[in-house]
């Protein structure tokens, strides 16, 4: 139990297009989604906490209007870099948690991003 | 500033032997323990999570919590090489998760 997926698992974009990155619970609902970054050999850095329908909670440092979130169920959650560049390049990985999972976040497989 | 400390490692144990990895914690009032494992290239795991003071104990793995000592920690008995990997000691208060940057163990045949 508790899966989520992500889609999709790599892609490779040009500089200043933008990528969208779903996230879902597949057999669970989802009260709330997270979305992390991990450059390699690094931890995790956690971008932002979303609920469904409500805005999500982005971490200092974290541009809003760059990476943008939308909670749109409780089942998906999805990441779109706009404008993406090549600083970006990272792997994506959401995670996600239900009411009653005792705060355990269930991660994702990770998207791998790579811009050119 | 709330953190979660882990040795970065490496941590290196031979085949069959126990492999022992520490978490501690600043923050009194976290209420949620986990561990991950996380293999290269790829996204953390669960493995287990605690609450109370004292040990459990879930296979090969055993998690030990002491909150008046602000320390979690992870045993692995019998580690096999599938168990090399990095450990993320995770963290929950009344507010928000916090990752340790990880253990790497690395387990030699």
């Known amino acids: 139990g508790a899966v989520v997926s992500q889609h999709p698992s790599r892609v490779i974009c040009k500089s200043g297009t933008s990528v969208k990155i779903e996230c879902r619970s597949l057999d669970f609902q989802a009260t709330t989604m997270f979305w992390y970054r991990q450059f390699p050999k690094q931890s995790l850095m956690l971008m932002a906490t979303s609920n469904e329908g409500s805005k999500a909670t982005y971490e200092q440092g974290v541009e809003k209007d760059k990476f943008l979130i939308n909670h749109a169920s409780l089942t998906l959650s999805t990441l779109t870099v706009t404008s993406a560049h090549p600083e970006d390049s990272s792997f994506y990985i959401c995670?996600?948690?239900?009411?009653?999972?005792?705060?355990?976040?269930?991660f994702g497989p990770g998207t791998r991003l790579l811009v050119l | 500033q709330k953190e979660v400390e882990q040795n970065s490692g490496p941590l290196s144990v031979p085949e069959g032997a126990i492999a022992s990895l520490n978490c501690t914690y600043s923050d009194r009032g976290s209420q949620s323990f986990f561990w991950y494992r996380q293999y290269s290239g790829k996204s953390p795991e669960l493995i287990m999570s605690?609450?109370?003071?004292g040990d459990k104990e879930d296979g090969r793995f055993t998690a030990q919590l002491n909150k008046a000592s602000q320390y979690v920690s992870l045993l692995i008995r019998d580690s096999q090489p599938s168990d090399s990997a990095t450990y993320l000691c995770a963290v929950h208060d009344n507010n928000d998760m916090r990752f340790g940057a990880g253990t790497r163990l690395t387990v030699k045949p």
């Open positions: 605690i609450y109370s003071n």
């Open positions: 995670s996600a948690s239900y009411q009653g999972s005792g705060e355990t976040q269930y």
